[in-house]
């Protein structure tokens, strides 16, 4: 059974900065492509980014390019979300995905563990 838990996310001001994180159970973590979306009330759950096996590949939804950056310590378990300028339109519940295939797709079907979500609020 894989878990994922995320922690990290909190109510900052418009220019701040968070770093979100997502601890994963199980042997298997190098195997994972992991991604992380997030979700504003009332909207689709929407791609923020996603990481590589062995963070050779990473890939962003546009809006956040030179914003986050995604990362992951193969030997902790865990990836990252370094949020820098947040905007309040970042605002929402962001989730940390995996996906025991290669690749680092968009979509939300092709992942196949969600943890429970990381509240991020960003005032203006």
Do not use: H
């Not at 390019?65 to 970042?90: C, H, W």
């Amino acid at each position: 059974q894989v878990q994922l838990v995320e922690s990290g996310g909190e109510l900052v001001q418009a220019g701040g900065s968070l770093r979100l994180s997502c601890v994963a159970s199980g042997s298997t973590f190098t195997s994972w492509t992991m991604g992380w979306f997030r979700q504003a009330p009332g909207k689709e759950r929407d791609f923020v980014a996603a990481i590589g096996r062995n963070a050779d590949t990473t890939y962003y939804t546009n809006s956040v390019k030179g914003r986050f950056a995604i990362s992951r310590d193969n030997a902790k378990n865990t990836v990252y979300l370094q949020m820098n300028s947040l905007k309040p339109e970042d605002t929402g519940v962001y989730y940390c995905a995996a996906r025991p295939l290669t690749g680092v797709p968009a979509s939300p079907q092709y992942y196949s563990y969600w943890g429970q979500g990381t509240q991020v609020t960003v005032s203006s």
